[in-house]
């Protein structure tokens, strides 16, 4: 039995946000083509337009993240969204039970959009499959599945740089086993055309059949990172490790860490991402974020538009019923 | 009383017998074959033109949530969806609560299916006490209460010194010990097979080395202790692979596997279906094909459910904080039935393997239907269709993957010890 | 029915119309901002009459407009540019089409979300009946009494024609 995509409606418009994979390429432009004219927003005397005026916005955070949550609230805000920051300490919250009493009662208070970041994979899929039927949610981070709105303002940032994908080789490298970013990354990448996607990771961060998710995989990070025109650094989630996966976090420096030596092996115009916070000499030299082909910043201005871009398009939808009619 | 079941199409592979006959019973026993012994007075005449008789199915793994769990699930409410299922003995692995380790329990969960005999329940007792992996528990004991058989559930046995030893002590009485192959170190906080799908959906994952460590582990010390060894729920082609070398190196083990993992693969978990959060976990398309080979050379003995109801709740969480396990219970024998026409195995090739060698693997006398066997049967309608969904499900654990799946043959009669237990 | 099928005729007179209401009101260098798609189209033509210093400001009013949840958010390919400061200063608004007075209303809100300007004068190509907020035109270049099931509609952007159209 296929079921129909949730996260989209019966007109195939977005509902929810939950993931890129899936999305039509064309689905993908309107956001970064609607972001291009957020961006602009952010630049005015007043930073706010009233598109979602009276429209309420609960950001429920199971996992704590200062940064991500400031951008989506800003995001809403500048929508003129009303805004409802709620963290979750989630040694309450184990028992399903419990999460589904939350949702009816944020429902309870008439929301009209969750934005959730949950440590657990299928969080986001799981809170869309339960809301009642006017709620939309946007996945904010859930465990190691996905991260879309990363993704996309990682999209942006590129086409700012790098207006044509298909004709881009495109390196990420790092924790690709346990990043959620990562996920999102390379669906998005692979919608939009880029002909050659490129994982570096020691094996132990490479997943299994990782070339199922559209990529080439390299151990090598040397030979990995030659001729790329676009190199996204992930985060060394050590808080996430378990077992034995690296020796060292010098070691990991020594060979996947971003030195301004491996980097002058990309093409000389190659741009530098990084979705933040940075651990400075691991996973990339001081000089090297801080350096002219670093956009790490550009990427946190730009997470605002997108942001907008997606909650709009997705509370924008025009009353399905409305349209029967 | 006497019951004569007439016209039906018999199957009992014990006794090689594959014909339409009528089959009379009483006492309990089937006491003819063809024709009415003398005297025989027909109190209840089943027809069963058109469809098949059975041995009563033997479920070598159910879980009926008690004693322990009981708002999951009750041994009333499971035996009543075993008996609509035809089946009519379930084995209960020890890891009820409490735990099956002292004769206590044993006798508690025999008197309470005595109140509620939809089914025969027989169960596993714990292999270490308390299922903690580190002391023997007393398995003479355990064997004088009634258990067929020891098994550790899927708590681990990390010292392997230990193991040796629980092998030895279980060998030394002749019990034979039932074994959920999993190294705990690989499979570690995993709720999905390691592939493409755990991949792409970032789910912690449990490579397929988590089920073949340990089988080779084991076999290495069935091989050396002697112990007349089960293997539980096989997932994956190259533990069949092994079982069946070992096997072929003339060791004592026999295996099974459940009908979820030969119709299911990790594509099923779609986008985190926590319906399809099982272990072991439902693996690749390759491991799916090589269980069926397994099944049909022989060397996966037995078609077991692995029932584990759950109320709602349970499965409402993000897919790896669901609580892993399927109601089952109700599709066994339909989805075996439909092997006949996914693979080389005849109807009776697969009525022994839920019958007559799991009766075998738990040194049983039922599974069979020879004169003087105690009559449990099953009557089945081969033709009769329906659609699985909460409503149709008897078990009181509606979780199952198979919702919306046509099934295509339905129970009509079940008889347990010569009694009419259930009839649609 | 008063003739539309000159439009250059009627962007004379409203480019004659504008300079005397600026006289009278004594503005000097007013700014002009047209709104996308046809108001843009409009005030690219009456920008060369007037003779006007400072580049055209264009609006894309989609971010405030009221019925945003009714029609939801298309991909804007041009977003609004004001390449001025606003503040204190005298604005020129055209828009092609006056009818309800809605995107006149999201217009305004705009413009004050760039500053505060000295004043604000309306001019419309076409002011139709249908008014449903008080927002009238100080300049236009026809008015039509239409029903409601008449629609007036500008093609351009060369040439500029105006379009009666009769929906079932």
């Known amino acids: 039995m296929k079921q129909r995509d949730i996260q989209l409606d019966s007109q195939g418009r977005l509902r929810h946000f939950l993931t890129i994979e899936g999305l039509k390429q064309q689905t993908l432009i309107d956001i970064l083509d609607t972001a291009e004219n957020f961006s602009t927003v952010g630049t005015r005397k007043v930073k706010k337009v009233p598109l979602l005026r009276g429209k309420t916005i609960a950001n429920l955070f199971f996992e704590a993240s200062t940064r991500t949550r400031t951008t989506f609230e800003l995001a809403a805000k500048r929508l003129s969204a009303d805004v409802l920051n709620i963290n979750i300490n989630t040694s309450s919250t184990t028992k399903g039970e419990s999460l589904l009493d939350m949702l009816r009662n944020l429902e309870a208070m008439h929301c009209d959009m969750f934005v959730v970041r949950h440590h657990s994979s299928g969080a986001a899929h799981f809170f869309a499959k339960h809301v009642a039927p006017h709620i939309s949610v946007i996945n904010g981070g859930d465990g190691s599945h996905a991260h879309p709105t990363q993704g996309m303002l990682d999209m942006f940032t590129i086409r700012r740089h790098k207006p044509d994908f298909t004709a881009l080789r495109v390196a990420v490298v790092g924790d690709i086993l346990h990043s959620r970013v990562a996920r999102s990354q390379i669906h998005a990448l692979n919608i939009l055309g880029v002909p050659e996607v490129r994982a570096i990771g020691p094996r132990t961060l490479i997943p299994a059949e990782a070339e199922s998710l559209g990529v080439h995989v390299y151990n090598d990070m040397k030979e990995g990172i030659r001729d790329v025109d676009v190199v996204i650094m992930l985060r060394l989630q050590r808080e996430r490790m378990q077992g034995a996966l690296l020796p060292s976090e010098n070691e990991y420096y020594r060979t996947y860490g971003l030195s301004p030596e491996k980097l002058a092996l990309a093409k000389p115009d190659a741009i530098v991402m990084h979705p933040g916070p940075i651990n400075r000499g691991v996973e990339m030299a001081s000089s090297v974020a801080d350096g002219p082909q670093s956009v790490i910043l550009e990427q946190v201005t730009n997470g605002i538009a997108v942001r907008m871009a997606i909650m709009s398009m997705v509370l924008g939808r025009p009353n399905e019923e409305q349209e029967a009619n | ?424 | 029915m008063t003739d539309i099928s000159n439009v250059n005729t009627l962007l004379d007179k409203m480019a004659e119309s504008i300079q005397s209401k600026c006289q009278t009101r004594q503005v000097s260098d007013p700014l002009m901002i047209g709104i996308h798609t046809g108001g843009v189209w409009v005030a690219n033509a009456l920008h060369p009459r007037l003779g006007l210093k400072e580049d055209l400001g264009t609006l894309n009013i989609s971010f405030y407009r009221d019925d945003f949840t009714r029609i939801g958010m298309h991909p804007q390919v041009e977003p609004s540019s004001l390449p001025f400061e606003v503040n204190d200063r005298h604005i020129i608004l055209v828009d092609d089409v006056l009818h309800t007075g809605r995107t006149i209303r999201a217009a305004l809100n705009e413009i004050f979300d760039y500053g505060r300007p000295a004043s604000v004068m309306l001019a419309a190509l076409v002011v139709r009946s249908g008014k449903e907020l008080p927002v009238c035109a100080d300049v236009m270049g026809i008015r039509l009494n239409l029903t409601e099931s008449q629609h007036i509609k500008l093609t351009g952007p060369d040439p500029l024609k105006l379009e009666l159209q009769e929906s079932k």
């Open chain 2, 1 to 424: 009383m006497g019951i004569h079941i007439s016209k039906g199409h018999l199957i009992d592979p014990t006794n090689q017998v594959d014909k339409i006959t009528d089959l009379f019973i009483e006492d309990g026993q089937v006491i003819g074959l063809d024709k009415a012994p003398n005297n025989f007075k027909t109190e209840q005449l089943i027809n069963a033109e058109g469809q098949y008789v059975i041995p009563g199915i033997i479920d070598l793994q159910a879980r009926v949530r008690e004693p322990g769990q009981e708002d999951k699930a009750s041994i009333a409410s499971e035996t009543r969806a075993a008996a609509a299922g035809g089946i009519t003995t379930l084995c209960l692995p020890p890891d009820t609560q409490p735990i099956i380790d002292t004769p206590a329990v044993i006798e508690l969960i025999h008197r309470r299916n005595e109140l509620a005999a939809s089914a025969e329940i027989v169960t596993l007792g714990a292999l270490t006490k308390g299922l903690g992996g580190t002391e023997l528990s007393e398995m003479y004991e355990l064997k004088r209460a009634g258990c067929v058989g020891v098994s550790n559930a899927r708590a681990p046995i990390p010292n392997t010194l230990v193991m040796r030893r629980a092998m030895e002590y279980a060998a030394n009485f002749e019990m034979t010990l039932f074994l959920t192959a999993e190294d705990h170190s690989l499979s570690k906080n995993g709720c999905a097979h390691e592939g493409m799908i755990s991949t792409r959906l970032g789910l912690p994952s449990i490579p397929e080395a988590a089920e073949t460590m340990a089988v080779a582990r084991l076999l290495m010390l069935v091989e050396q202790t002697g112990v007349r060894a089960h293997f539980c729920q096989l997932s994956t082609a190259k533990s069949v692979q092994m079982i069946n070398r070992a096997q072929h190196d003339g060791l004592p083990v026999t295996a099974d596997v459940t009908t979820h993992h030969l119709y299911l693969t990790e594509m099923d978990i779609g986008y985190f279906d926590s319906n399809c959060h099982v272990f072991p976990p439902l693996r690749s398309q390759r491991d799916k094909a090589g269980l069926r080979e397994g099944l049909s050379n022989g060397t996966l003995n037995a078609i077991c459910s692995d029932h584990q109801p759950h109320e709602l709740d349970a499965k409402l969480a993000p897919f790896c904080e669901s609580e892993p396990g399927m109601s089952t219970i109700d599709t066994l024998l339909p989805l075996a039935l439909r092997l006949v026409d996914e693979t080389n195995l005849t109807l009776s090739d697969i009525i022994a393997r839920l019958t007559s060698h799991p009766a075998q693997i738990l040194g049983l006398k039922t599974g069979q239907l020879g004169i003087g066997s105690r009559a449990n049967i099953c009557v089945f309608d081969p033709q009769q269709s329906w659609m699985v969904s909460h409503e149709t499900l008897n078990s009181r654990g509606k979780n199952s993957p198979f919702i919306d799946w046509e099934m295509k043959g339905q129970v009509s009669h079940t008889l347990l010890a010569g009694r009419v237990v259930f009839q649609r």
